[in-house]
């Protein structure tokens, strides 16, 4: 069994890491924004279905798949980039609705929020690396590893829900002073830039580090 004071120190490398504004996070208060908190958390519980795609491969020691095929997961995070780029492209199309629709209510939730949320997380193959990198160090290799891990990611998707209500009250606070019709279209195009940023920067990172 995993010292508890390992575990107190993995909720902390977790909970700093998920604080710093990420691809994820971001994506989150911008569903929070631009539809309601209820897409803000179907966004983030579509993370963690994600996330567990990845910590399966972590437990069952595929981590050395990235290494050995370079190319799937270069393949993987291009379409993750590609993703977010339709995201993106879509609320700009959004934003240029007629004024009748922009100065009516704010934009009904997503039913495809939860499964955005989990597309984008496992578009992320640098989500498995970044396990793979932060996993060791809190692993005790004298009990079965597989055990250790499921407890290591209870407590990484327990940390990462609680910041992430932090971000999607970040975005209800935001959405608040742009309820009118004009402002709303202007931070529809904001976010779809934004997403259509991260979707280039995850490709330049991506082809920078090809084999």
Avoid: C
């Amino acid at each position: 069994m995993i010292d508890p004071a390992k575990l107190a120190a993995f909720a902390l490398v977790t909970g700093a890491t998920s604080l710093v504004p990420g691809q994820s996070m971001l994506f989150v208060m911008a569903q929070a924004i631009w539809r309601g908190p209820r897409s803000g958390w179907a966004a983030l519980l579509g993370l963690q279905l994600g996330y567990i795609f990845w910590w399966l491969l972590a437990a069952l020691g595929l981590g050395t798949l990235a290494a050995a095929y370079p190319a799937a997961f270069t393949a993987l995070a291009v379409a993750g980039a590609a993703y977010l780029a339709w995201l993106g492209i879509g609320a700009i199309r959004h934003s240029f609705r007629d004024d009748e629709a922009a100065s009516g209510p704010a934009r009904a939730p997503s039913r495809h929020a939860f499964r955005d949320g989990a597309a984008v997380a496992v578009g992320n193959p640098k989500s498995l690396i970044y396990m793979i990198a932060i996993i060791p160090p809190f692993i005790d290799t004298g009990s079965p590893v597989g055990g250790q891990i499921v407890v290591l990611a209870l407590i990484a998707m327990v940390v990462d829900l609680a910041v992430g209500a932090l971000y999607i009250g970040a975005g209800q606070r935001l959405a608040r002073f742009i309820a009118e019709g004009r402002s709303r279209r202007w931070v529809e195009r904001a976010i779809g830039a934004g997403f259509l940023l991260i979707a280039a920067l995850v490709l330049v990172e991506t082809l920078r580090t090809m084999p």
